[in-house]
């Protein structure tokens, strides 16, 4: 069995919906982040968008900030109902 298969269900059905939760909040935050560097990379073709290419790119970087966030948030959650929020195998 893979870790991509591997469930752990230390406190049940909580915490498996928690995790699947954060771990869709993570990849939506991924895909906001390839968004903004595609939109910046694209405005970047012309001299009168370089300005808005460079706010793009700032937010993108602010996005990758967020993603320790959304991860730390997932174990604090999970510890504060009484699973792990350790578990290396379901980290995203």
Not at 58 to 73: D, K, M, N, Q, T
Request: with cysteine; proline share 2%.
């Amino acid at each position: 069995m893979t870790s991509q298969s591997a469930l752990k269900l230390d406190i049940g059905h909580d915490e498996l919906v928690i995790r699947q939760r954060y771990e869709a909040l993570s990849i939506a935050n991924d895909v906001v982040i390839a968004l903004w560097f595609l939109v910046g990379s694209i405005l970047f073709f012309w001299e009168s968008t370089t300005m808005a290419a460079t706010w793009c790119f700032l937010l993108g970087s602010i996005e990758f900030l967020i993603r320790p966030v959304i991860r730390f948030a997932r174990q604090v959650h999970i510890r504060r109902i009484g699973g792990s929020g350790l578990d290396p195998a379901n980290d995203f």
